[in-house]
């Protein structure tokens, strides 16, 4: 089924902040690489900031439906979403994750070099994540401790800080995991 010329350009936008840097963000270049004429992409986007503004809903809209999906899969109870929200940052394979949060790096950087207002509809969504992990049924902390080393490793993916290994990850998984059941009422 071919790709529609919205979805083009979005992964255009993306793969150029992703493969130039906000830099490379220029309306001519996701054209190109889109396959669309500057008139084209100006009929959907008719400027920079409202391709940004696309890009974080696109994105906003991913992770909310991405982690619904992640505590729908989760057995009911206390917990449920301390689970989910562990699958969600380790339960993927190492190449899938690196994507995922290539991805989101890219969109993130570039929206919040435009104008960091424009992530607002992200921050919505964390929170909505963080009311859930609040109101979970475990002890208060477990949860944000379990999102605050998810987050902890998106930033040192985004930024090349540092890489864990397998085992590392493993161990962590390991580790929050066992508090999550040990917290269980």
């Known amino acids: 089924m071919p790709v529609d010329a919205r979805t083009r350009i979005f992964d255009a936008a993306e793969s150029l902040v992703r493969a130039?840097?906000?830099?490379?963000?220029?309306?001519?270049?996701?054209?190109?690489?889109?396959?669309?004429?500057?008139?084209?992409?100006?009929?959907?986007?008719?400027?920079?900031?409202?391709?940004?503004?696309?890009?974080?809903?696109?994105?906003?809209?991913?992770?909310?439906?991405?982690?619904?999906?992640?505590?729908?899969?989760?057995?009911?109870?206390?917990?449920?979403?301390?689970?989910?929200?562990?699958?969600?940052g380790f339960g993927q394979t190492p190449e899938a994750m690196n994507e995922r949060c290539d991805r989101a790096a890219a969109v993130f950087l570039a929206t919040f070099h435009h104008d960091p207002a424009l992530l607002d509809p992200v921050r919505a969504v964390i929170a909505g994540m963080r009311r859930q992990v609040a109101e979970d049924g475990l002890p208060p902390g477990i949860g944000g401790v379990v999102m605050a080393v998810g987050d902890g490793l998106f930033v040192a993916r985004i930024f090349g800080t540092y890489t864990p290994s397998p085992e590392e990850l493993d161990a962590m998984h390991a580790t929050l995991s066992r508090l999550i059941e040990e917290a269980l009422p």
């Open 20 to 88: 130039k840097g906000v830099a490379g963000l220029t309306l001519e270049a996701v054209a190109r690489l889109a396959g669309v004429s500057k008139g084209g992409l100006l009929y959907h986007f008719a400027s920079k900031e409202a391709l940004l503004t696309g890009l974080i809903a696109r994105m906003a809209e991913f992770m909310a439906e991405d982690f619904a999906a992640g505590v729908a899969a989760q057995p009911e109870g206390p917990g449920r979403v301390a689970r989910a929200m562990l699958a969600w």
